[in-house]
Each structure stands twice: as C-alpha cells, then as structure tokens.
C-alpha cells in the first residue's frame, strides 16, 4: 500500500537520517528498489520525473504497476510514489492517477506565482492524503527541460514557502541534477543552515544525490536535509553492467539474448547501488 512521504520524512528528520528518493524507469528499475528496500527495512520514495511518466506511457500506468509490485512482492516497508519536478498540470494527473505525493516545481516562475499556486496545491493535495513537496532556488543541469544555474535558494522566499503547509522543501544550495563537473564548488552549508533556521521543523530535500561526496551527504543530513533524490547514478550502474554483459558477449550464448537475462546485471547494479545510498543516508532499518 502507497503512503504519503509526510510521517516517514518526519521520522528521518527527528532521527538525523535520510529518506532515499530513487527515481524509476521502468519495470526493472521499480522492482529492484522495492526490492532493495524491503531487504534493508528502509522506508523508500519512488520517484517519478514527468518524462518518465510519459516513457511508460502515464501516471496510470505507472501507479497500477507499483501498488500491483507492491502486493505481489509483499512489500511491507513504507513505499511513495511521488511525482518529480511536476508542473502545474502534472501535479493533477497525477492526483488523479493515484499517486502518494506529489512535487510542484515552480522554482522557475517569479516567487509570487510560486506561493500562489503552491498554496493551491497544498490544499488539493491534502483534501487528498497526498504529501507535497515544494521548490525555492535553482537545481542545476536540467530535468525534464527545465534548466537551473544552480543558484542558492533565498532563506525568506523558503519560509514563504514553508508556511503554506508544504510537507517539505527542496532548496537549491549548489547542487546539480546530473554528473557533476571538475569545477564544481560543494554545497553551501551556510545556505542550508539558514533555509533550517527559517524553516524550523521543516524536512529539507537534496536533489541531485549522484556524485555528493559522503562527508557532505552527512553534513547536509545533520543540517536538516531529511529527503535525498538519486537517479543518474542507478542509471550509470546499470548501463556500466548491461555494457559488461554484451562486451563479454554473454548476450551470444544460449539465450542471453532474452530480455530477462539482458537486463539481469544492470538490475542488480541498480539493487547494489541503491543499498549503498541507503547505508550512507542512514535508513536502514527505519521502517
């Protein structure tokens, strides 16, 4: 059964620990982090970018998969389904599909227009159970063709954010969707620190969780961050393991050609990678 982010995140950020949100893809991707999650006993958040939900066709789709997984599997550990960087209209088909929570990305409009229709969502989404999760600040790279600089988020547009009843908060403090480049300059703390002290009880959310180095994680987790967003580096790992499997030709022998043995390592790939970040976020056994 899907829940809402709200209780779990809660719990992560009064025990100085992190959620895991792993972005899917597709059927592997899905089974391999619900599977991954059941094994550590670790709440979990999959999450959906809008071009995914389009790859598999829709948010229908994509919720009739993960509740059939979720009882198929006797997936018994917390499980969202929460829709990643949505737009306006994203967020209410996804309401309407049956989704557990839900992101309102208005980083990108002027603040008023953000606080105007976040606070419409708010409401919507909690008449519904949902969980929502808003953006102040720019994530760098792009997703889902919206491009951030990676600017850091203002403190007081944060808090204007927060107090509209938003489950929880993600602000830009330098990080960036994607690899990160040589150049990179870290994370601002002193941004973090500020958003936290503005912010008070609020669950903060990093994006872009690939390639932040592990002291940084911890740190950011100890400043309030309580949500940690990963999907380049599942993707990564599974093209790293299927490139493996065809270069050894394994793909010419016997049936290696079927999809179910094709795409075996790189699932595994994703299941080993995912129980790292859940080890370094500090998750394990928090169901």
Same mark, same amino acid.
């Given at each position: &059964?899907?829940?809402?982010?709200? /209780? &779990?995140?809660?719990k992560a950020k009064a025990g *100085?620990? +992190?959620? =895991?949100?792993?972005?899917?893809?597709n059927l592997e991707w899905t089974k391999s982090i619900l599977a991954t999650a059941q094994e550590l006993n670790s709440p979990v958040i999959l999450g959906v970018s809008e071009g995914a939900g389009k790859y598999m066709? @829709?948010? $229908?789709?994509? +919720?009739?998969?993960?509740?059939?997984?979720?009882?198929? &599997?006797?997936?018994?550990? #917390?499980?969202a389904l929460h829709l990643d960087h949505g737009s306006y209209e994203g967020c209410y088909k996804c309401i309407k599909a049956g989704f557990s929570s839900i992101m309102f990305d208005g980083s990108h409009y002027p603040i008023e227009e953000n606080v105007e229709k976040t606070k419409e969502l708010v409401k919507v989404a909690h008449a519904m159970g949902l969980s929502i999760e808003a953006e102040v600040g720019s994530i760098g =790279?792009?997703?889902? =063709?919206?491009?951030?600089?990676? /600017?850091?988020? !203002?403190?007081?547009?944060? $808090?204007?954010i927060a107090d509209l009843g938003i489950d929880f908060l993600a602000a830009g403090i330098g990080n960036i969707h994607g690899k990160y480049p040589d150049n990179w300059q870290g994370l601002s703390f002193d941004t973090l +620190?500020?958003?936290?002290?503005?912010? =008070?009880? &609020?669950?903060?959310? %990093? *994006?872009g969780g690939t390639g932040i180095p592990a002291d940084m994680i911890k740190k950011a987790i !100890?400043? @309030?961050? +309580?949500?940690?967003?990963v999907n380049t580096e599942c993707q990564l790992s599974f093209a790293a393991a299927t490139r493996e499997y065809i270069e050894?030709?394994? !793909?010419?022998?016997? $049936? @290696?050609? !079927? #999809?179910?043995? %094709? %795409?075996?390592? @790189?699932?595994?790939a994703i299941k080993e990678t995912v129980k790292e970040k859940m080890e370094l976020f500090g998750s394990v056994g928090k169901a």
């Open positions: &059964m899907l829940v809402s982010a709200t /209780e &779990m995140l809660k *100085h620990y +992190a959620v =895991g949100q792993f972005n899917i893809n066709t @829709g948010y $229908k789709t994509v +919720a009739a998969m993960v509740e059939a997984m979720i009882e198929e &599997m006797n997936i018994t550990v #917390p499980v =790279g792009e997703e889902d =063709g919206v491009v951030g600089m990676g /600017e850091c988020a !203002d403190p007081n547009e944060c $808090k204007a +620190a500020a958003i936290q002290e503005k912010t =008070g009880e &609020m669950p903060l959310v %990093l *994006h !100890d400043l @309030g961050v +309580a949500k940690i967003n050894a030709g394994k !793909d010419q022998q016997g $049936k @290696g050609f !079927d #999809p179910r043995k %094709l %795409l075996a390592p @790189g699932a595994a």
